[in-house]
């Protein structure tokens, strides 16, 4: 069946290192794969697209790298904030099929920054 | 831009009792919203699509004659919950996406709680 794993449910770094992320799937031939934000009691808030015939994006201080062999996408936060804790998830779109246009979300990982 | 708002942005009902919640594009005519359902803890399980001026698509495993869902407008989509019950007690959260663009764009949810 298909399976997206954010290996770290929690993770925790001091102010100023740089957060990484990973995000696995299997059995999934995704088109895409997105990154979003999710605060406490509120909306995902989209942060990065990146899509299968890429292998790295960038946005400020974010980056994000797609490797389709290893079935894995890294998300990085450089320079970290305390206002940068939230809950990170990576969704996958499948490139076709019934599921085409549909995110499928991983379990999130809770990153906390400490100042 | 690309805001979408929820309505009520909480609701406490009692069993037996059905439950509106409406999904806004403020500013953005959105041809097709998504409703999805989080429990604590767990990430945003997708329950249906839909299209405007045309019947929902739902996931397995979701009742389509519990979650009514009405797409009647570019701009508005609602979700109804009937005769709710607690264990639908949940974060319901909609999206909305304009065309086949990739990126969506999520509401800030509606907490549930059926007593």
Request: glycine fraction near 8%; charged fraction near 20%; include cysteine.
């Given at each position: 069946s298909q399976k997206i794993e954010q290996n770290s449910e929690a993770l925790n770094i001091q102010e100023g290192k740089t957060a990484t992320l990973t995000c696995n799937y299997t059995n999934y031939s995704p088109a895409y794969l997105q990154w979003?934000?999710?605060?406490?009691?509120?909306?995902?808030v989209f942060l990065l697209l990146i899509r299968e015939n890429e292998k790295e994006k960038r946005k400020e201080r974010l980056k994000v790298?797609?490797?389709?062999?290893?079935?894995?996408?890294?998300f990085h936060i450089t320079?970290?904030?305390?206002?940068?804790?939230?809950?990170?998830?990576?969704?996958?779109?499948?490139?076709?099929?019934?599921?085409?246009?549909?995110l499928t979300f991983g379990q999130g990982t809770i990153l906390t920054v400490h100042p | 831009g690309a805001v979408v708002s929820q309505h009520p942005s909480w609701v406490i009902c009692k069993s037996g009792t059905s439950v509106k919640i409406e999904c806004r594009s403020l500013d953005f005519q959105a041809t097709t919203m998504f409703w999805y359902r989080q429990f604590p803890k767990q990430s945003l399980?997708?329950?249906?699509?839909?299209?405007?001026?045309?019947?929902?698509?739902?996931?397995?495993?979701?009742?389509?004659?519990?979650?009514?869902?009405?797409?009647?407008?570019?701009?508005?989509?609602?979700?109804?919950?009937t005769s709710a019950h607690p264990e639908d007690s949940s974060f319901y959260i909609c999206s909305a996406r304009v065309g086949s663009r990739e990126t969506q764009y999520f509401g800030p949810g509606t907490r549930l709680l059926v007593l």
């Open positions: 979003y934000r999710q605060d406490p009691g509120r909306g995902p790298t797609f490797d389709t062999t290893l079935k894995q996408s890294l320079a970290s904030q305390p206002a940068d804790s939230a809950t990170y998830l990576c969704a996958l779109v499948a490139s076709g099929g019934t599921s085409y246009g549909k | 399980m997708l329950m249906a699509t839909s299209n405007e001026g045309s019947k929902a698509t739902y996931e397995q495993g979701v009742e389509k004659d519990k979650f009514l869902i009405n797409h009647a407008s570019l701009t508005l989509s609602t979700l109804t919950v």
